[in-house]
């Protein structure tokens, strides 16, 4: 039977569901454990479908529980859904067939139908995300998963914001914040490190008029020429210097570093520099407002002594643009503080779909559409300098892909910026596995920026702030039972923790007796998410569980539920203390031409579709293998069909074999452990040497997955798998394995188990990789052989390094013996001699150190270089015919010339590997017994070459006979064309009779 992965996996599925191990063993390890592993979940977002990159988290997740689990501890492995926000609420849209404003939105459906169609999304994908981990093989505590939009979670994340409320940390303000017309609502800072992308604006050189000079003008330049519309100020840098440039019968001012770039720009040869100047000599020079009979608005700001006028900015940047920069307040962070700085007004008539209200000619225009008739209306007036189009990194909303705006709106925020040492030292405690992640979630926490929490949408956890209409006194609600005690009006009937129905919730003011309606924003999902470990857990497993001791998700996740966990456990716990003791981020998952995945290049790999036609296994092993958990990687399922497929496939094979040999003479791992072989005397070198080089893997492995070092623990596994187990302990014990002399069988009963110890524990260290070839193996080979093992392979113990089997010296002369052989084969090569090709001699030219290291191991280099006789030596053989390969001190000098027996004996085994394939083809055990094989197409030359080796032939593929032939015979048999260098030979199998 071929390694079927597919196949062994939904049987492994079917024995977990009917057995319900994923239960018991979360309900095991609860009552019999070493102690408690915290665990949080990152929720994914139910709103799409599972791809490869959630994958590839989903696997690092399943590991380290599997791996922790069999460690001995209990880890509260429970699933978590995020399920509101802004992200679910578009996917609600869409499956309402709106795209319309959200006003729009609102007047037509209303919010009840909106909350409706929110939930059904989330039973929608809910229902594909659970397909998907069904396939990968999760073993998350589904039943007990949390829900970020039950009321009973929505409580507790109140509770973060009460805290923050009770400090001082969150109030209202009216401040500068990024918004998307398209979405309607404002986004935090961390919202907006995730949307940059490449887009195209306008880029303006522009000209004001310096008021009280004749012909003088600021030079500047904006990619946002609608922000001209609520200009307040200009600014300089205090310390740089600025110079009056004559153009034409113009002057200009501008920083002086800029001016010969700028000329050269503009195509301007013919300009002179004036006089030069700090920013701060400009500072308090007025500029006339060209703009100001278009916006008759802007006129009652003209009575400010400092509107219209230059002032001193540090943040002024001189080494690009113009170096003077226009200030408008109510568009920018930067020139909002600027002006709040200096009690200058500000200015910023937008409603909530990014248009124009009180601006003149451009009410009702969007802001982004109104740059062409900003450029326009300065064109009109000969102020535009040069216009054109820039492409360059732009800030988009992480769902819509819109150009985000800024804009001065009235929001709530937490006021992280008063906690950052705290922050910054609470982050500085955890470890992140990989240097360069640690450095960037340590440089965007220390920016420090305040968090803008509130939203404008529906669907989401809602501000739990009333205010009075009468006083403006407000009032926190931290619980679903105060609300109710405080309540004047209640709504009747069903009642839930969200829009609509909170808003019908009245309260009294307690200062003036008038009525206090709620604040109508819902807060930040991110907050929502962050909320996790309190909102999820009880009191009593808060304590227990929080500090986790490992999380994990992907590297966008820096700014995003990794930076808010952290934010809101400080404000919730007052102290420098992360929620997590590590956190590690993994890379993005690209195509495989390094693409990123998007609909529109029809590249997306999504779990379900993938794994409904490759392995779960494969897959697994292959994201974990591919590179470091940190890299980037491309996805290709064609490589991993090469080698993690091979390593797979070669450790199902490596059972089999183990299997049906070990069942054939009578194995039984009850009696023959491997204190009986050692008792006896069964063991030799070849099986100690596997089982010390078995130690150094478990100390590996365990290493390994302990610090995240996935790709270096799947490859440790992979060259044990191959090149220790396959290559080299089976070549080594093979010709052992093939005899049936009674006589022998204690010592082939030491080879299995051996084995049965070795390829037990392989099995238990790939568990938390690939569970499912884990299980089946478990299952169809240990189980089969020792029922008293556990049910499952996921109750057993994780392995732990036994020293009485390590001996580095003997891995060390073991090493020293695989130097030799690659010699051999190198040798063998260059010659065009195949391994199969038994040869007479070979002379090891290499210090007398070496020699008596190799000597001991002296019948297993002759069987494994498949040579008849071994010399050491100090010098090279004389005479011809060697074929030679050296390193360092060690040749290796191989005689070449074969007579009849070695070339008869070679082509036997060329022929009995075809024999052995065509076996396997027909599905016949390695140890039937069969009755005969018969090989047609010989030359009579070759037949006469075969006879003297027939006897160890038959012994090598399981036959009675071997019947040779000229020509194929006209017997009853299935024949197979093989190539056999030049010849085509046909060969044929009898079964048993």
């Not at 052989?785 to 073991?814: G, I």
């Amino acid at each position: 039977m071929n390694y079927s992965p597919m196949d062994i996996e939904e049987l492994v599925r079917d024995f977990w569901e009917k057995n319900d191990i994923r239960r018991r063993l979360h309900r095991w390890r609860a009552e019999n454990n070493r102690g408690a592993r915290g665990w949080v979940e990152g929720p994914p977002t139910l709103n799409g479908v599972p791809h490869v990159g959630h994958a590839r988290g989903r696997v690092i997740k399943d590991l380290r529980y599997r791996f922790t689990t069999m460690q001995g501890y209990y880890v509260p492995f429970r699933a978590g859904w995020d399920c509101q926000g802004l992200p679910v609420e578009l996917e609600a849209e869409k499956a309402l067939g709106f795209a319309g404003s959200k006003k729009e939105l609102l007047e037509k459906i209303g919010e009840e139908r909106l909350v409706e169609e929110c939930k059904k999304t989330l039973e929608k994908y809910y229902a594909i995300w659970m397909q998907a981990e069904r396939k990968l093989g999760m073993f998350m505590d589904y039943e007990n998963a949390y829900w970020t939009y039950k009321d009973e979670y929505i409580e507790r994340e109140w509770q973060y914001l009460k805290r923050a409320w009770d400090r001082g940390l969150l109030g209202e303000d009216y401040y500068v914040v990024a918004y998307c017309p398209s979405c309607q609502t404002s986004l935090s800072h961390a919202e907006v490190a995730l949307g940059y992308e490449e887009v195209e604006n306008p880029s303006l050189y522009f000209k004001f008029p310096i008021r009280g000079r004749k012909n003088e003008y600021l030079l500047m330049w904006t990619t946002m020429p609608y922000t001209l519309v609520t200009d307040m100020m200009a600014a300089v840098h205090p310390e740089a210097e600025y110079a009056r440039v004559r153009v034409g019968d113009e002057v200009w001012i501008m920083a002086r570093g800029r001016v010969e770039p700028l000329m050269q720009e503009f195509g301007i040869e013919d300009y002179e520099i004036l006089e030069t100047m700090p920013g701060k000599a400009l500072e308090g020079l007025k500029y006339d407002f060209p703009l100001l009979d278009i916006i008759p608005e802007q006129k009652k700001f003209e009575e400010h002594p400092l509107v219209r006028s230059v002032i001193c900015e540090d943040f002024v940047d001189v080494h690009t643009a113009t170096g003077v920069v226009h200030m408008s307040p109510g568009n920018g962070e930067e020139d909002m503080e600027a002006a709040r700085k200096r009690g200058v007004p500000i200015y910023a008539p937008f409603d909530d779909e990014g248009r124009f209200t009180d601006a003149g000619i451009f009410r009702g225009v969007f802001a982004r559409d109104a740059d062409d008739m900003v450029i326009e209306e300065l064109r009109k007036r000969g102020l535009v300098v040069k216009v054109g189009k820039i492409r360059h990194e732009y800030p988009t909303c992480w769902r819509s892909h819109h150009k985000l705006l800024w804009v001065a709106r009235r929001e709530y925020f937490l006021w992280v910026n008063r906690l950052v040492d705290k922050i910054v030292e609470a982050a500085e405690k955890v470890e992140y596995y990989y240097e360069a992640p640690r450095n960037r979630f340590l440089s965007i926490l220390k920016e420090g920026r305040h968090w803008c929490i509130s939203r404008e949408r529906i669907w989401g956890t809602p501000l739990p702030i009333w205010v009075c209409e009468k006083c403006g006194h407000k009032v926190f609600i931290s619980s679903k039972k105060e609300l109710k005690e405080k309540a004047i009006e209640f709504p009747e009937g069903y009642f839930e923790l969200h829009k609509p129905w909170i808003d019908r919730v009245v309260l009294r003011c307690e200062k003036c007796g008038g009525r206090m309606y709620r604040e109508p924003f819902v807060i930040d999902v991110w907050h929502n998410s962050g909320a996790a470990p309190y909102a999820s857990f009880t009191d009593e497993e808060f304590k227990r569980f929080i500090p986790a001791y490992f999380l994990v998700e992907a590297i966008d996740q820096t700014r995003g539920w990794a930076n808010s966990l952290l934010l809101d456990h400080v404000i919730l716990t007052g102290k420098a203390e992360s929620p997590y003791r590590a956190f590690l981020f993994y890379g993005f998952v690209l195509d495989a031409q390094g693409r990123k995945m998007s609909k529109s290049l029809g590249n997306v790999i999504t779990v379900n579709e993938l794994l409904d036609r490759y392995s779960a296994d494969v897959c697994r092993f292959y994201l974990m293998w591919k590179c470091s958990p940190i890299e980037t990687m491309n996805f290709d399922i064609r490589e991993a069909y090469k080698r993690p497929y091979q390593v797979l496939n070669t450790l199902y094979h490596l059972h089999r074999f183990f299997m049906q040999n070990a069942e054939y003479d009578g194995f039984n791992p009850k009696v023959h452990t491997l204190e009986w072989a050692e008792a006896n005397g069964y063991l030799k070198l070849p099986d100690r040497w596997l089982l010390s080089k078995l130690q150094g893997l478990i100390e590996d492995i365990t290493w390994g997955y302990d610090r995240c070092q996935f790709h270096t623990a799947t490859a440790k596994l992979e060259n044990f798998v191959i090149e220790v187990v396959s290559r080299s302990y089976i070549p080594m014990v093979r010709r052992e394995l093939w005899s049936d002399d009674p006589e022998t069988l204690g010592r082939r009963l030491a080879i299995y188990a051996t084995l049965w110890k070795v390829l037990r524990t392989l099995v238990l260290l790939f568990n938390p990789v690939t569970p499912f070839i884990a299980e089946f193996l478990h299952q169809a080979v240990y189980r089969q052989m020792d029922d008293s093992l556990p049910e499952s392979v996921n109750f057993e113990s994780w392995p732990t390094v036994e020293e009485k089997f390590r001996n580095r010296e003997l891995e060390e002369a073991f090493d020293r013996l695989e130097e030799v052989v690659s010699l051999v084969y190198a040798a063998r090569q260059s010659a065009g001699l195949k391994r199969r090709w038994p040869l007479r001699r070979v002379v090891v030219v290499a210090p007398a150190e070496t020699a008596s290291v190799l000597e001991p191991l002296r019948d297993i280099l002759l069987e494994l270089a498949n040579v008849k006789e071994l010399e050491f030596s100090s010098s090279a053989p004389s005479g011809e015919g060697w074929a030679v390969a050296e390193e360092g001190q060690v040749a290796v000098y191989l005689d070449t010339s074969r007579d009849r027996l070695l070339i008869g004996e070679g082509l036997m085994r060329d022929l009995a590997r075809r024999v052995q394939s065509l076996r396997r083809d027909m599905g016949f055990t390695p140890t039937e017994i069969l009755e005969a094989a018969h090989i047609a197409g010989l030359e009579q030359g070759d037949i006469e070459l075969l006879k003297p080796h027939l006897e160890l032939m038959k012994d090598l593929v399981r036959v009675k006979r071997i019947e040779l032939h000229t020509e194929e015979p006209d017997i009853p048999l299935k024949w197979k064309e093989y190539k056999l260098d030049r010849k085509k030979v046909h060969i044929a199998i009898q079964g048993k009779q």
